[in-house]
C-alpha cells in the first residue's frame, strides 16, 4: 500500500509559478506510474500530467507546456511545476499511483487571481 500527501499549494496571481510536492511513502516498488489529477469546483477530476517508470510522460495538450511533471529520489517524491497560472488552473491538486494498484492523496488546493 502506497501513501502519498501533497504540498505547495496556495493562492498565486495569474502569471505566477507554484511548485506542487507530493511524498510517496509505503510500497514504492510497488509504484510504475504517477501522475498529478486536479478538480475544478462543478468540473470532473482531470490527468495534468503523468510519469513512467521508463522516464516518459505526459501532458494534457490544453496546459500548451505549462506545466512540468519531475520525481526525486525514485518514487520517494513527485513534483509539479507550474509557471505561467491563469485563473482557470484554479483547482484542488491529487498526487496519484496510476499504475495498479491505484492511490490518492488528499490534495492540495490552487488559488489564482487574476
Known amino acids: 500500500q502506497v501513501q502519498l500527501v501533497e504540498s505547495g499549494g496556495g493562492m498565486v496571481q495569474a502569471g505566477g509559478s507554484l511548485r506542487l510536492s507530493c511524498a510517496a511513502s509505503?510500497?514504492?516498488?510497488?509504484?510504475?506510474?504517477m501522475g498529478w489529477y486536479r478538480q475544478a469546483p462543478g468540473k470532473e477530476r482531470e490527468l495534468v500530467a503523468a510519469l513512467n517508470e521508463d522516464g516518459s510522460t505526459y501532458n494534457a495538450p490544453s496546459l500548451k507546456g505549462r506545466f512540468t511533471i519531475s520525481r526525486e529520489n525514485g518514487w520517494n517524491r513527485l513534483y509539479l511545476q507550474m509557471t505561467s497560472l491563469k485563473p482557470e488552473d484554479t483547482a484542488m491538486y491529487y498526487c496519484?499511483?496510476?499504475?495498479?494498484?491505484?492511490?490518492w492523496g488528499q490534495g492540495t488546493q490552487v488559488t489564482v487571481s487574476s
Open positions: 509505503g510500497n514504492l516498488a510497488s509504484i510504475n506510474a
Open positions: 496519484s499511483v496510476t499504475s495498479f494498484p491505484r492511490a
